[in-house]
């Protein structure tokens, strides 16, 4: 079991930028690859961002060149850097696993990039 703590959300203009952490009550070594997702109301959870304990990455396409995730192993921190925010990126922001398990998922940030 593993709690996580999403935080870093909030309110920003399109071209804006902002930096989502994500606390986990545990060794995220042990977890293995983490990955940020985010979702809109009536849609699907998407990933958006993975990074494995190598530090190897990848993106959704929508995200690529403007997003990047990092982790910290000796803090159990992963972090998600956004660029470049589209009103499109509006969402609610939550970590996980990459196989993301029902019961890691936390409360999550929300985001919302204005135009």
């Known amino acids: 079991q593993v709690q996580l703590v999403e935080s870093g959300g909030g309110l920003v203009q399109a071209g804006g930028s902002l930096r989502l952490s994500c606390a986990a009550s545990r060794n995220i070594v042990s977890i293995g690859t983490m990955g940020w997702y985010r979702q809109t109301p009536g849609k699907q959870r998407e990933l958006v961002a993975a990074?494995?304990?190598?530090?190897?990455?990848n993106y959704a396409d929508s995200v690529k060149g403007r997003f990047t995730i990092s982790r910290d192993n000796a803090k159990n921190m992963v972090y998600l850097q956004m660029n470049s925010l589209k009103p499109e990126d509006t969402a609610s922001y939550y970590c996980?696993?990459?196989?993301?398990?029902?019961?890691?998922w936390g409360q999550g940030t929300q985001v919302t990039v204005s135009s």
């Open positions: 996980n696993q990459y196989y993301p398990r029902d019961d890691y």
């Open positions: 990074i494995d304990n190598s530090g190897g990455t």
